[in-house]
């Protein structure tokens, strides 16, 4: 069974940083593609980015790239959103997810796994 924790939310101000942290329980995270997501309200929870079970591969939306950053330490079974130039749009809950099968996915039905998610809210 594998649990995950996001932490690091919060309210911050447009232009702002943030990092997200995804802390993960079990032996299955080092072999496990990692994703995050973010849901608005009203709106379907949309795929920010990911990061392979190597830790060299990252795939990231659109609107989130040069501004998020995925990164992983496996020492740590931690894996990390670094958020930056902040906007108003990104306000969402977000979300960390393990994919055990490394589909690779944008899916999120492709991810086992999936933490309770934190708010993060921009002003402007």
């Known amino acids: 069974q594998v649990q995950l924790v996001e932490s690091g939310g919060g309210l911050v101000q447009a232009g702002d940083s943030l990092r997200l942290a995804c802390a993960a329980s079990?032996?299955?995270?080092?072999?496990?593609?990692m994703g995050w997501f973010r849901q608005a309200p009203g709106k379907e929870r949309e795929f920010v980015g990911r990061i392979n079970w190597t830790g060299v591969g990252t795939y990231y939306a659109d609107f989130v790239k040069g501004r998020f950053t995925i990164s992983r330490d496996d020492a740590k079974n931690t894996v990390y959103l670094q958020m930056n130039s902040l906007k108003p749009e990104d306000t969402a809950v977000y979300y960390c997810a393990l994919d055990s099968r490394n589909y690779y996915s944008t899916d999120p039905g492709r991810y086992d796994y999936w933490g309770q998610g934190t708010q993060v809210t921009v002003s402007s």
């Open positions: 079990g032996r299955t995270f080092s072999r496990s593609t």
